[in-house]
């Protein structure tokens, strides 16, 4: 069964001012964040209300694969990037 995560990525330190879609907070922040790999199913990004952090929300085949692929996230990306799981659930 189909697992998805979803987390809200905002810079660190926090930019001062708001950015107007996805696509400038990709070219601002990058455009992978995990989601190029290929155990991902399907990907969505929402910029979030505050214009700032993007929500990403990733599916994978299942579970397993989920929680091996977030234990390859490099180590100094949270000294980049404030993480906040915002929800997982089966799909």
């Known amino acids: 069964m189909a697992y998805k995560i979803t987390k809200k990525i905002t810079p660190n330190p926090l930019p001062e001012t708001a950015l107007a879609d996805v696509e400038a907070w990709k070219t601002a922040y990058g455009s992978y964040h995990g989601s190029q790999a290929p155990c991902i199913t399907a ?19 299942d579970k397993d694969t989920c929680e091996k692929h977030q234990a390859t996230e490099p180590e100094d990306y949270t000294d980049i990037y404030d993480i906040e799981v915002m929800g997982e659930a089966t799909v």
């Open 43 to 61: 990907q969505e990004w929402t910029l979030h209300a505050d214009g700032k952090s993007m929500i990403v929300a990733l599916t994978y085949e």
